[in-house]
């Protein structure tokens, strides 16, 4: 089976910057779309960014585009997410998430419960 965990969280001040990580492993990495979520404290969990299986392809939700950047390494079965010019709002348990290669995937990619697999989650928090 797929197992996903996250690091890299931790305490930044706002405009700064920070790269998370998640190491996949159990599976050939590319076999997944990877794909970034997050869920700020009181709030439900809110897509990120997903990248597809062989790192082809991006894409982002709205408050985070020109600011954050989802890439892979499928040689090391990790995937990234750089953040920067990062504001108080983004302030979140960040999950990491691996998404099945099925028929029209691409048309859920932002919908949690059509995702597989779950890391444990990794803090960050955007001082002010």
């Known amino acids: 089976q797929v197992q996903l965990v996250e690091s890299g969280g931790g305490l930044v001040q706002a405009g700064g910057s920070l790269r998370i990580s998640c190491e996949v492993s159990?599976?050939?990495?590319?076999?997944?779309?990877m794909g970034w979520f997050r869920q700020p404290p009181g709030s439900e969990r809110d897509f990120v960014a997903v990248?597809?299986?062989?790192?082809?392809?991006?894409y982002y939700a709205d408050s985070v585009k020109g600011r954050f950047t989802i890439s892979r390494d499928n040689s090391k079965n990790t995937v990234y997410l750089q953040m920067s010019r990062l504001k108080p709002e983004d302030t979140a348990v960040y999950y990491c998430?691996?998404?099945?290669?099925?028929?029209?995937?691409?048309?859920?990619?932002?919908?949690?419960?059509?995702?597989?697999?779950w890391g444990q989650g990794t803090q960050v928090i955007v001082a002010s």
């Open positions: 990248i597809s299986g062989r790192g082809a392809a991006t």
């Open positions: 159990g599976r050939t990495s590319s076999s997944y779309a």
């Open positions: 998430a691996a998404k099945s290669l099925t028929d029209r995937y691409y048309e859920t990619l932002s919908v949690p419960t059509t995702y597989d697999y």
